[in-house]
């Protein structure tokens, strides 16, 4: 199996290629493709879906992954499903349980940026101003517990850029973080609208 996958700019691409293997195994073969950005991604959706129709293999599947960004996700999803419908693809929230289908749209609740409260010692090698004792603070103590606005909090502990210079500041990201995606998924907060409804599954 191949899998396309849309995300919204580089830093989930260089995320994703990282954590992508260790999901799905080695076996499984995929292609990431970034975008300028949130409004981009929506904006060239349903084009790009339309080419993939023309010419995607039975065995290949697409993944679409956008940020939620505090937006109405029941909205957010519905425009990614009708990208989908209108392409002339089944997505898996339309297939129903077992059902055969080539679009995986996914919302993520919280942003990319999270995963970098995971790995405390990666964050103060590439941003100078963060203490490489940050993750004894209460507030920074559970990654998952973190909720929205993770981008402002990471340059609420430093406003200073990062030091791309570095070598252990380009490090990969560690087996661990492999882990932190299932408890991700597992402890997503009930109380959020996309989380605690089927459609944005």
């Not at 076996?27 to 981009?40: L, M, N, V, Y």
């Not at 402002?152 to 990969?172: G, I, M, Q, W």
Request: proline share 6%; aromatic share 8%; hydrophobic share 40%.
């Amino acid at each position: 199996m191949h899998v396309e996958l849309l995300v919204e700019e580089p830093s989930a691409e260089v995320a994703i290629s990282l954590l992508f293997p260790r999901i799905v195994g080695h076996e499984t073969t995929f292609a990431i493709h970034s975008f300028q950005g949130k409004d981009d991604l929506l904006k060239k959706l349903p084009s790009r879906l339309k080419g993939y129709r023309g010419w995607i293999p039975d065995d290949w599947r697409i993944v679409v992954l956008i940020d939620e960004d505090r937006q109405d996700c029941h909205r957010l999803k519905g425009t990614m499903e009708e990208a989908a419908r209108a392409a002339g693809f089944v997505t898996r929230s339309s297939a129903g349980s077992g059902g055969r289908f080539t679009v995986l749209n996914r919302i993520s609740i919280e942003e990319l940026e999270a995963w970098f409260f995971g790995d405390v010692v990666a964050m103060a090698a590439a941003y100078p101003g963060i203490p490489a004792t940050l993750d004894r603070q209460a507030r920074y103590r559970d990654p998952d517990a973190i909720l929205g606005g993770t981008w402002r909090r990471r340059f609420s502990v430093s406003s200073r850029p990062p030091d791309t210079t570095r070598a252990d500041s380009r490090k990969s990201l560690p087996p661990e973080t492999s882990r932190l995606t299932w408890t991700r998924r597992e402890t997503a907060p009930a109380a959020s609208v996309c989380s605690a409804t089927p459609s944005a599954r």
